[in-house]
Antibody
């Protein structure tokens, strides 16, 4: 069974940083592209960032470019999202998703609330 | 960026009746390899999203056959042949062809 377990959410201040992690199991992590999607409270889904299976290529939405960095550790089956210069509008549940062009399995999400 | 629009944004339905959601993209979604990466997700209240349909019309394992996807180019449709109570939730289309990938705004399906 595929499992995706996000962690690292919290209550950073505006301008602060946070590192999200996604521990995976139940599939060959190193063979799959991965994605981060977020959902602001009461709002829709927003694609944030993606990474190829090898880690060599990364992709970002415009609002994440220059502030967020997606990475992966294929030896530990773990996906990360380093978030810097956080803004109030980054407040959301962040989901780790298996796949890129045709994402399938989703984690339960981790809540990030940017507030002073 | 590719803008995804959905209509309607709210869809009250009668149990047992059909429902249809339209999704339109601001650009064609055919990738250079000939595939069209248009996916549909269902998000039930309080749950993570779940994929129903990928590549326009391929239904995921375990998804009831009352769900079907169709379309091409920039116009796509998700149909539910007979709505059941468990279908209540928000439905999103998502394009995986042009970076950055984008979701539609969502269609809220509830029971009349």
């Amino acid at each position: 069974e595929v499992q995706l377990v996000e962690s690292g959410g919290g209550l950073p201040q505006p301008g602060g940083s946070l590192r999200l992690s996604c521990a995976t199991s139940g599939f060959t992590f190193s063979s799959y592209d991965m994605t981060w999607v977020r959902q602001a409270p009461g709002k829709g889904l927003e694609w944030v960032s993606g990474i190829r299976a090898s880690g060599e290529s990364t992709f970002y939405t415009d609002s994440a470019k220059g502030r967020f960095t997606i990475s992966r550790d294929n030896s530990k089956n773990t996906l990360h999202l380093q978030m810097n210069s956080l803004r109030a509008e980054d407040t959301a549940v962040y989901y780790c998703v298996k796949g890129l062009r045709i994402p399938d399995d989703w984690g339960q999400g981790t809540l990030v609330t940017v507030s002073s | 960026d590719v803008v995804m629009t959905q209509s309607p944004l709210s869809l009250p339905v009668t149990l047992g009746q059909p429902a249809s959601i339209s999704c339109r993209s601001s650009q064609g979604l055919v990738y250079s390899d000939g595939n069209t990466f248009l996916n549909w997700f269902q998000q039930r209240p309080g749950q993570s999203p779940r994929r129903l349909i990928f590549m326009v019309s391929k239904r995921d394992s375990g998804v009831p056959d009352r769900f079907s996807g169709s379309g091409s180019g920039t116009d796509f449709t998700l149909k539910i042949s007979r709505v059941e109570a468990e279908d209540v939730g928000v439905y999103y289309c998502m394009q995986g062809t042009h970076f950055p990938f984008t979701f539609g705004p969502g269609t809220i399906v509830d029971i009349k």
